[in-house]
């Protein structure tokens, strides 16, 4: 069965269409993934080959052969690719599942013929776009609208900026963080702030219950990937996140980091509380991969909403069943009915 390849701007629809598909599909043996994930289980099952029997066999066959004897439908959300090597392993798994009968859904902010564009050594990669071809459907879902920042959408009010020149967790902005961080039960025996995740060591401000403090510069001026933002997703359903600076053209690598981690937050349906030195707009204004962050953007807005602290609760998130937290969770429910909150 041919497969499927969404496009198109931010905010569209893209992931809502692919998972009422996935949903619909019954008992069809079939996975969901966002990219990183898949991309991380793919770099694990390749690492774990090198010490095994087969390590002699193609590692990317092996994997092939044992995921399509367990699915035959794969989604993965926002695809990309930003290097050469990760380009050219996917065109490889990607052929194999081809081969192996496995129909593929994508979505992705860019048409086929952008991935890469302009990347070093592109011309290895248009195979994979022929490929893509082949095998996909190719739709351009184009709705003209940002469904993130519907304006009646509920803000709850955990993006935090300070007012004036204030910064750092001293200034307004880091009064009110600690303030909802006080709310969170206390951390259980042995939760320490320094963080094991996948042979480093991680230091967070703080450790709760389920939750977890850091500041941008442990998260993303470190050379840490997807693979650690999910581990921490996994791990907390909550994750604090302090002095988040607007980014210029010179922190590229911090702000792709960025981009990556608020990626692995919103498909794992983390609930984000956040202080930051502008609105999401002014972050990274411009800038190699500035396409991307506006992704990124549309994304902590709605971050930012009622409707995704719902989505949050559903997936087993309690941090709104506080007490301490209910009087106000109370009010900004009743505001749905009565209007939006500014």
Known sequence: VRGLYIHGSVGCGKTMLMDLF??????????RLHFHEFMSGVHKFLHKQHGTPDRNLDPVVLFSDSLSRE?????????HVTDIVDALMVGRLFSCLFERGVTLILTSNQAPNDLYRGGPNRFLFLPFLDLLKKHLE???????????????????????CPPGNQSGMQGEAGKKMDHLWHLLPPALPGSAASLQINGRSLSAIAVAAG?????????????????????????FH????????????????????????????YDQQVFLVMSAAGEPCKLYPEGDG???????????????????????????????????????WTSVARCETEGPVR
């Open 22 to 31: 996935f949903e619909s599909c019954g008992a069809l043996p079939r996975r």
């Open 71 to 79: 699915i035959c439908l794969l989604c993965l959300d926002e695809l």
């Open 138 to 160: 190719i739709f351009h879902l184009d709705t003209g609208t940002d469904y993130r920042l519907h304006p009646d959408a509920v803000v709850l009010g955990i993006y935090f």
């Open 211 to 235: 939750a977890v403090r850091f500041s941008f510069s442990a998260l993303c001026e470190q050379a840490l990937g997807p693979g650690d933002y999910l581990f921490l997703a996994r791990r």
């Open 238 to 265: 909550t994750l604090f996140l302090d002095d988040v600076p607007c980014l210029s053209l010179e922190k590229r690598n911090e702000a792709r980091r960025f981009v990556n981690l608020i990626d692995v937050l």
């Open 290 to 328: 500035v396409d991307f962050f506006s992704r990124t953007v549309s994304r902590l807005i709605e971050m930012n909403s009622l409707g995704y602290a719902k989505r949050c609760v559903r997936a087993g998130n309690w941090f709104f069943s506080l007490p301490a937290w209910k009087p106000d």
